[in-house]
């Protein structure tokens, strides 16, 4: 009768939410980072934005996530539909959960839909992977991060170019906290397992260096004359050497809407792959090609050369710091790319913070502020 009520309130819930492929790796070392706090109860939410086993259920599984306490499962759809979809059922989860923090992550549909409710709801959300900027607003991704950052009370950045963006939009200091790249804690832990003999039954590299490509922006996918172009381009990395196609499954649907599959003959294309598959066969490459954020990153914490297929980069320090060129998606750009990437000595760095120990920082931010 004395003590309940007092311990009671002590105990605190953190509600994370992941949902699309990107999310998984990132909330994984933090729920691992807080999981001996006593004081501490940890709900996972799966919104079901992703739904293949290759894109959500093997990462879940591979990632040793807890099974999630809620699955939403909203499924692809619109961008309002989904967004509208994620609010909903979130809604219901933080009515029935009262959480004292919520956790989103990266920049995903889900991220910004969490966040949205959780503000209305006047419970503090934490925001991983805070004030990147692209200043694309034709890009969903910037959009979601506009949005979240305005929102969340608490903005975990993974590089200093983060932080000056904050404050360039009148953040408060308070708010910000430099914490490093909590992905890049992921993969130093599944480095040692990623040996390419885990592909090499399904993925025919040999022993040859090989390239890999990724490609699902919808800038890049949904444009026939953007993809034609890339896909020309294609032609001559895998000229000089076998390029390792996994293709989403936006890429594949419109790969087939604007046939233009005949384009990939010489390409050794492959499904998904799952998280630590995908990590052996990058960490193993030559040259890396993508439109994707995170493989920005994995690259330059790689060390292996990465042309962006894009006109912009959120992700500036893996230009500033790392292996990656911002190289458009006209074929002769990516081709001149691609020979100054094998000519390239500039030395390279791993930035700030990316070291491993993202989590522990992240845990200590959210801890302090629960339990001050
Ligand atoms: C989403 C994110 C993007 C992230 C990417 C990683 C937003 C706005 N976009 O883009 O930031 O980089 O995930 O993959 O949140 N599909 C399947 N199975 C799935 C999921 C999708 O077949 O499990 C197909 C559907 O046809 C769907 C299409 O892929 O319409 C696109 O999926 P969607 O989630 O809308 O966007 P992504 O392009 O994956």
Not at 46 to 56: I, L, V
């Amino acid at each position: 009768m004395t003590a309940a009520p007092f311990l009671q309130r002590q105990n605190k819930t953190i509600v994370h939410v992941v949902g699309a492929r990107p999310n998984f790796m990132k909330v994984a070392p933090v729920m691992e980072a807080l999981q001996d706090d006593a004081r501490l109860r940890q709900v996972l939410v799966n919104t079901g934005q992703h739904y293949d086993e290759s894109m959500a259920g093997s990462f879940l599984k591979e990632l040793q996530l807890p099974t999630p306490d809620y699955d939403l499962g909203v499924g692809s759809a619109s961008h309002a539909v989904q967004t509208a979809k994620v609010m909903m059922a979130f809604e219901e989860v933080c009515v029935a959960e009262r959480p004292d923090l919520v956790l989103v992550v990266g920049d995903v549909n889900s991220t910004m839909a969490a966040t949205l409710v959780a503000a209305k709801l006047v419970i503090p959300v934490a925001h991983l992977e805070a004030g990147l900027r692209s200043r694309d607003k034709y890009m969903p991704e910037e959009v979601n991060r506009i949005v979240t950052d305005r929102l969340a009370d608490l903005l975990l950045t993974p590089s200093p170019d983060a932080d000056a963006n904050l404050r360039a939009e009148g953040t408060a200091d308070e708010r910000i906290h430099f914490v490093g790249n909590v992905m890049i804690d992921t993969l130093r832990r599944h480095l040692p397992i990623a040996t390419l003999d885990r592909v090499r039954g399904r993925i025919p590299v040999g022993d040859r260096p090989y390239a890999v490509l990724t490609l699902h922006r919808p800038s890049n996918v949904d444009d026939r004359h953007t993809l034609g172009n890339i896909l020309a381009a294609l032609r001559h990395v895998s000229a000089r050497m076998p390029v390792v196609f996994p293709v989403h499954p936006r890429t594949r649907n419109r790969l087939r809407e604007f046939e233009l599959e005949d384009a990939l003959a010489g390409t050794i294309l492959t499904e998904p792959l799952g998280y630590i598959d995908f990590l052996a066969l990058t960490s193993h490459a030559s040259l890396i090609l993508t439109d994707s954020g995170g493989l920005q990153e994995e690259s330059t914490a790689l060390g292996i050369p990465c042309l962006t297929l894009r006109e912009n980069t959120e992700r500036p320090v893996t230009v500033t710091d790392g292996t990656n060129r911002v190289v458009g998606t006209r074929a002769e750009d990516i081709i001149a790319g691609v020979e100054e990437a094998f000519d390239s000595t500039a030395p390279r760095r791993i930035p700030a913070l990316w070291d491993g120990h993202a989590a522990s920082r992240v845990a200590a931010v959210l801890t302090g502020f629960l339990f001050g």
